[in-house]
């Protein structure tokens, strides 16, 4: 059924036009800025990966990407405050413009720790990309990304590369699951 995944979903957060002029914002942004420094985008597997395609091509100077995992959630809603790497660069970052592309922000946990790893492997400079942050009341993130897509309500959203237990990637938007749907 054509409708199965759209069928899952309380409300559109974000359009297919919104994110298209959102991630040119940041591309603009982000070539201005890093003018002439060739900067590496460390895309943040698996949610980023469409954000940070999109991102790329959005980019109008030269740059490099390269892939990291991290599992913060497992394929639950909650963040467990626990990150693990589960698959790590390729490219020697030390001395190298880093810009950490990132799909959500929540708690900002998994930013935070990245970062600090990051820093360590002595970078020139680190950056955070973040395509989303959630609006939680009465609490800041860990981390404040230089740039930012757009803030979301505090519910779980999936969708342009944002997940539940794997699923909704693929749609084109972004959106509100129905609680119903992992409340079971
Ligand atoms: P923290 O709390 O560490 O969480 O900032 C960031 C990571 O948690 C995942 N996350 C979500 N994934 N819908 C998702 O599909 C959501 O609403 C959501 N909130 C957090 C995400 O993987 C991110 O990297
Ligand atoms: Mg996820």
Do not use: W
């Amino acid at each position: 059924m054509a409708d199965e995944l759209a069928a899952d979903i309380k409300s559109v957060i974000l359009t297919e036009g919104q994110i298209r002029g959102i991630v040119q914002r940041m591309g603009a942004e982000i070539s201005r800025d890093y003018e002439g420094r060739n900067p590496l985008i460390v895309a943040v597997l698996r949610g980023a990966f469409v954000f940070t395609a999109d991102l790329l091509r959005s980019i109008t100077i030269p740059c490099e990407v390269d892939f990291m995992a991290v599992s913060s959630y497992g394929d639950g809603v909650k963040s467990s405050g626990v990150v693990r790497i589960i698959k790590d660069l390729s490219t020697k970052v030390e001395g190298r413009d880093l810009i950490i592309a990132e799909d959500i922000l929540d708690s900002g946990l998994t930013l935070s720790y990245l970062v600090e790893l990051l820093k360590g492997r002595g970078p020139k400079s680190v950056s955070v990309a973040a395509f989303s942050i959630k609006d939680i009341p009465n609490h800041a993130p860990a981390i404040n990304p230089e740039y930012v897509g757009a803030h979301v309500p505090n519910e779980f959203i999936v969708g342009y590369g944002l997940d539940y237990a794997e699923k909704y990637r693929n749609l084109p938007y972004v959106g509100v699951l129905k609680p119903e749907v992992y409340q079971g």
